[in-house]
């Protein structure tokens, strides 16, 4: 198994470079590779404009790189999205690499008659989230259930991926026993490859 993993969190001490840290740490584990894209520290371009619009044109180029990022997702079986929950939504890094890398085209099409058709051959996707809001809180209000609707059923259901593991872990500024059960938690998912 080969793993892509995607991080969006412009501090390096945060608590999401914690969690990619313990996944990294059961992956090894398990004996898989993988490979890590730190969103900000790469300095991943968000903004869709120009080319990227090619993707609605036939036989038009994308981005250079467009093709390197979607080329990292080709080669991996899993991908991994380590981020925190702002404002009901991932960071607009994160949200930018949805929109410039799952491209028409590449991870669904459209059909003449208008018919969707997913695209992406990825076997795994884990969604590890943060938050300071109380579980309780986003599981009462409903927030925890739009957030898995939007982005494993709205994203990447709709792009052919059938196994899609997300967790969102509440109170990470407040919580210091939850913080250390949720990286256990997720060093135990990395060990299972």
Not at 23 to 36: K, R, S
Not at 53 to 80: I, M, W
Not at 96 to 112: E, Q
Request: aromatic share 10%; glycine share 8%.
């Amino acid at each position: 198994m080969r793993w892509y993993i995607l991080l969006a969190h412009p501090n390096p001490g945060s608590f999401n470079h914690a969690v990619c840290k313990a996944l990294v740490e059961g992956l090894e584990l398990a004996g898989v590779t993988y490979e890590i894209n730190d969103l900000y520290a790469t300095r991943f371009n968000p903004i869709m404009a120009g080319d990227d619009f090619n993707q609605f044109e036939d036989g038009r180029a994308l981005p250079a790189d467009v093709l390197a990022e979607q080329a990292k997702v080709e080669r991996a079986d899993c991908l991994a999205l380590i981020y925190p929950v702002w404002w009901n939504e991932a960071p607009a890094i994160l949200k930018g690499w949805f929109d410039r890398i799952l491209s028409k085209g590449w991870a669904y099409d459209i059909t003449a008659d208008g018919d969707f058709i997913p695209l992406l051959k990825l076997k795994k996707i884990i969604i590890l989230n943060t938050a300071d809001n109380p579980t309780q809180l986003l599981e009462d209000s409903g927030l925890n259930a739009a957030a898995s609707l939007t982005k494993a059923d709205g994203t990447f259901t709709f792009c052919g991926v059938a196994d899609i593991d997300h967790r969102i872990i509440g109170e990470v500024s407040s919580d210091e026993q939850r913080r250390k059960r949720f990286l256990k938690e997720v060093k135990e998912l990395g060990k299972l490859g």
